[in-house]
């Protein structure tokens, strides 16, 4: 018993991180409510799990994530506007697609849903990049591209984790729409972005990213 309950063993190192990962999820949704700072909030997101996936988080983690909020949120800002342009271009691209017909309207369909993917792929390493390296956002926006081509099967996966968790959540049943909710507001943001951060670290190690 003190085994299981002393405090370095498993289970208290298992609750000490999903303790740290739900005040990261709690402080990333209401920092996220301007929503101009999405951005700066998803750097510090990624900053606390990377940390917390490599076991170098800082003991208190809700001083971690001001930190990097703080640090980060000219550079994340400005990242952040950006993705909000190109989604609003792929969505007027999307819109302009459903107002076609015919064979034409296939093809476009296929050239909006390459151009998402590829967006989808550079987006994830957006903000785990200026985490972890502080770029600037031309070599962000450039290694993110790179990273996602030459690290594939890691990017994948980042990009598979999160639809799982939406799909699981919000579209296998429905019924549990509102415990769904409340599961993402108080830990899944986190938890998620925890899962991808093993993948972002391998996918940092196998590519060495010109900073």
């Known amino acids: 018993m003190r085994r299981i309950f002393g405090m370095d063993s498993p289970l208290m190192d ?5 303790s740290d990962l739900v005040f990261c999820n709690i402080l990333f949704c209401l920092f996220c409510v301007p929503v101009f700072t999405i951005g700066a909030s998803l750097t510090a997101l990624f900053d606390c799990t990377l940390s917390i996936a490599e076991g170098t988080e800082d003991v208190f983690i809700p001083r971690q994530f001001w930190r990097a909020f703080r640090n980060g949120f ?32 296939r093809t476009y369909q296929i050239t909006f849903l390459v151009l998402a993917l590829l967006f989808a792929c550079g987006f994830q390493y957006l903000f785990p990049l200026q985490a972890r390296f502080h770029m600037s956002v031309r070599e962000n926006l450039k290694n993110a591209w790179l990273l996602s081509a030459a690290a594939l099967p890691y990017t994948l996966g980042t990009i598979a984790v999160p639809v799982a968790a939406v799909f ?15 599961l993402w507001a108080m830990a899944l943001f986190a938890v998620v972005a925890y899962l991808n951060s093993f993948l972002f670290l391998r996918a940092f190690r196998r590519v060495e990213v010109s900073r």
């Open 74 to 105: 000219k550079r994340s800002t400005v990242l952040w506007l950006i993705c909000l342009a190109a989604f609003a271009l792929l969505g007027a691209y999307y819109l302009a697609v459903r107002s076609l017909s015919g064979a034409l309207a």
């Open 168 to 182: 699981l959540s919000f579209v296998m049943n429905p019924n549990i729409f509102y415990v769904a909710i409340f």
């Open 14 to 18: 298992a609750l000490g991180k999903l």
